[in-house]
């Protein structure tokens, strides 16, 4: 920054959930806002060296590493060729033995052993899954998703936007002179309609009728001033507006922000980002299962220490940078195994990209859309649960596909090669294993209320 002062909010850049001041001097992130100030800047950085651009990188890189090859896909690829030395191996004995039973006799076996069942076993439980995911509000798009869930130990989550609604809420309000709560709250939404500041969403929906403010001045680093009712109201910093602090309110959660009237408080606002309505109860689920729980975010204030002991989440980490992030997700993995990241910000691209499991929401940054193996699009924690125990019920459905599919192969192999399966028969009966398979892993779309009882 060259000159000029501004509020800078980097949330989705850095995890800082509240704005951060910037003058002569200091350093500006492209891919930040700039809600309120003007700054002349002179770029130290250009494309390839940019902060985003790193960012991206090691999202690329991480993204090739992920493997896209299962077990299945090893056994499958040695399959066939069984098959077909099966069948050659069969029409040579016959030509030996009985040259007329020789082509009947390698068409039994080519088409009693047919992979139809044992390819159908795996993306028929898939597909189902995923489609029945898709109705329930959960985008499944990378392929190892189902394999990895059911192996997963560990899940890290970052907090802004994530834990918490990403965005300011009123918590409480402290009246300290005669006006009524609902006139100061009135007069607040009114000073703060014109702002863009992130605390101004906090009164955004007040159901008040607001009165009319005029010559509205934003005071920057501190707060807005205007006229209402021929009054002068300013709203901000405590300091700026002449509240003193309680001594013990810095340990308190949350943002204070009062309102004055010529020299006079009249309130004291609380504001803060709160938890989503569903965090706590998703968190205990995943921990009563035995998933080791971990917070991992590039916030720097105390609020992610009050968020985990909410929560009950003891492994916490804050001011994590990108790098560190990717670094603490390897530890996670070595300590427990697989692990899955819940994500939403810019800087969470390249950890996502990185975990074996990657979930963002329908509400993050574009970056951390494209790194997601899973979205969240009705935005709910909750759908974590539903999510892993569709997966469950999916590897158990595949299982059982395969092993028909791999029961019957192996049964019918050696009565077609003795001749004793004509080919028409061995059609049918490879017609008949491929709808038992489709049919076992259509399972999946009726089990939509018993997961929903089994989930509560």
Known sequence: VLDGAATVEQSAITGEFLPVDKQAGDQAMAGTQLPQGSLLLRATGWNESSHIARLH??????????????????????????????ACASAAFWLWRDPTQALPAFLAVLVASCPCALSLAIPAALTAATLHLRQRGILVTGKQVLHMLPCIRAMAFDKTGTLTRGRMQLLHTETLATEPA??????????????SHPVASAFAHSDTDLPAASEVQHVLHSGIEGTIDGRRYRIGKPAWCGDALPADAEQSPGLAISLASEGRVLARFTLDDTLRSDAADCIRALQAQGLHCAIVSGDHSGAVDAIASTLGIADVHR???????????????????????????INDGPVLAHADVSIAMAEASHTAQLAADVLLLDNRLADLLTLQLVALRTRRIARQNLAWALLYNISILPVAAAGLLPPVLAALGMAASSLLVTANALRLFGASKNSDRSLH
């Open 57 to 86: 990188r090691r999202m690329e890189q991480a993204l090739q590493q992920k493997s896209g090859r299962t077990v299945y896909d090893r056994m499958a690829q040695w399959f066939t060729p069984l098959v077909l030395l099966a």
């Open 182 to 195: 609902e006139r100061c709250l009135a007069i607040a939404a009114a000073l703060e309609k014109s702002s």
């Open 319 to 345: 001011n994590c940078s990108p790098a560190r992030k990717v670094e603490l997700l390897d530890s996670l993995k070595q300590q427990h195994g697989v692990v899955a990241m819940v994500g939403d910000g």
